[in-house]
């Protein structure tokens, strides 16, 4: 049997004729998980109550992109710069990333992902990159998401290194970044101008791995990034 992957999915309006509700998640996450041979099954945001028997049906959990975290959970006011917030996804979520690591099955977060889980753990984020005390790279970038944008530096001996070279060019997509690392995490890529980028778990009873760029959207044009996905699905 293929490995079953919980998408946490997100929720958006669309407005035809009447606007109607939508859970759904990007199609190029779901491609990415069929083609490395898993088999993706779409979490709806609900109660967090709910999560135990969620993660029950699946084998591994995906944390895609999207809103900003409230900043309420990692205690901070919110800044003039926060964007879009969505705290019952937020609660759900952070539901299933605890009831995942109970039940010892592996994570793997994309953009938000990645802020989210090092939130879970008590780790906190910048909520925008000018509050970053150096002078950063521009990390929301103008080309098309297909194409890389920045170099990362990525830790030899991790998960990525495995199988990406120590320096590796991505695209970059995120206005927020983390600030305080969380205790169960490393960092083992970072940017050039030292802005975390990929982070994996140690110690835990689940394999954590995320990444804070958008290897979904390059992963039809570079076989590296599709790599991410199958290192996730068939070696995480
Ligand atoms: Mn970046």
């Not at 509050?131 to 170099?151: C, D, G, I, R, W």
């Not at 970044?177 to 890529?189: G, H, L, N, W, Y």
């Not at 979904?216 to 590296?224: G, K, Q």
């Amino acid at each position: 049997m293929k490995p079953r992957i919980g998408i946490a999915a997100n929720e958006r309006t669309v407005v035809d004729g009447e606007t109607f509700w939508l859970s759904y998640t990007a199609k190029n996450f779901v491609e990415g998980i069929q083609q490395a041979g898993g088999l993706p099954l779409l979490l709806p945001i609900g109660d967090p109550e709910d999560a135990k028997d969620y993660i029950n049906q699946v084998d591994k959990l995906f944390l895609g992109g999207g809103h900003d975290v409230s900043p309420q959970f990692y205690h901070q006011a919110p800044s003039s710069y926060l964007e879009a917030t969505n705290e019952a996804r937020d609660r759900f979520e952070l539901a299933l990333i605890k009831e995942a690591v109970a039940q010892g099955k592996p994570i793997f977060g994309v953009c938000r992902g990645m802020q989210l889980l090092n939130v879970a753990f008590d780790g906190t984020l910048y909520q925008d990159l000018s509050a970053y005390p150096n002078e950063t790279l521009p990390h929301v970038q103008h080309e098309s998401m297909a194409k890389v944008s920045h170099e990362v530096t990525i830790e030899k001996n991790s998960h990525l290194g495995n199988f990406l070279p120590e320096h590796y060019q991505v695209n970059s997509f995120h206005h927020q970044t983390i600030d305080r690392v969380a205790t169960p995490f490393k960092v083992i890529a970072r940017a050039t101008d030292g802005v975390i980028e990929a982070i994996e778990s140690q110690g835990l009873a689940s394999t954590i791995l995320a990444v804070q760029w958008h290897p979904e959207l390059t992963r039809a044009v570079i076989a590296r990034e599709q790599q991410i996905f199958d290192y996730f699905v068939q070696s995480l």
